[in-house]
C-alpha cells in the first residue's frame, strides 16, 4: 500500500492499493497526531518536495515549519518499516496551472468525485494533489528525481 501526502495546514493524503479502494482525505495540520490514520500496511510514502521559486512567494515561506513537522512526525512515526520519498512538484505534475490539473485528474478519474464528496469545497485542491501524486507515484516508483530518506 502507498501513502501519498500533499503537505500543508490542510494535508491531503491518500491511500490504497488500486484506484478503486484508495481513500482520500484532508487533515489539519494541527490535528495530525490525533486524526492521522494508524497504517499498518503501509509500504511506501511519496510526498511532495516543498519547492520555493527565488522572489516568487505565492503561499508564505514560513509554511516551511508546517511541512516539517507534518513530515517530522509521519516519518518519525513509520520511517523505520517503510520507504519514505519526496518529488518535486514540477517533477510529478509539471508546471500545468492547478485548476488545469485539478480538472484533468477530475475528468480521468471520476470515482476520485466521490471520494471527495465529504471534504470542503475549499480544502478539495489538497486532496485532488494527494491523489494525482498517489496515481504518478503508483506508475513511476523508478524516476531516478525520488528523493528517498
Known amino acids: 500500500m502507498i501513502l501519498a501526502i500533499d503537505l500543508g495546514v490542510c494535508t491531503g493524503i491518500t491511500y490504497g492499493t488500486s484506484i478503486e479502494d484508495v481513500k482520500v482525505d484532508c487533515i489539519k495540520y494541527k490535528d495530525i497526531p490525533k486524526k492521522f490514520p494508524l497504517f499498518l500496511d503501509i509500504k ?5 518536495h516543498p519547492e520555493i521559486y527565488k522572489n516568487k512567494y505565492d503561499t508564505d515561506p514560513n509554511q516551511l515549519f508546517i511541512h516539517m513537522y507534518i513530515l517530522g512526525y509521519i516519518v518519525g512515526r513509520y520511517n523505520k518499516t517503510m520507504k ?66
Open 44 to 48: 511506501e510514502i511519496i510526498f511532495e
Open 84 to 149: 519514505v520519498n519526496g518529488i518535486h512538484p514540477k517533477i510529478w505534475k509539471g508546471q500545468i496551472p492547478k485548476t488545469i490539473h485539478n480538472q484533468r485528474l477530475l475528468d480521468l478519474y471520476p470515482i476520485l468525485n466521490q471520494k471527495i464528496d465529504h471534504v470542503p469545497k475549499t480544502l478539495k485542491n489538497h486532496c485532488i494533489d494527494s491523489f494525482g501524486l498517489w496515481v504518478w507515484y503508483s506508475q513511476n516508483k523508478q524516476n531516478r528525481n525520488i528523493i528517498t530518506l
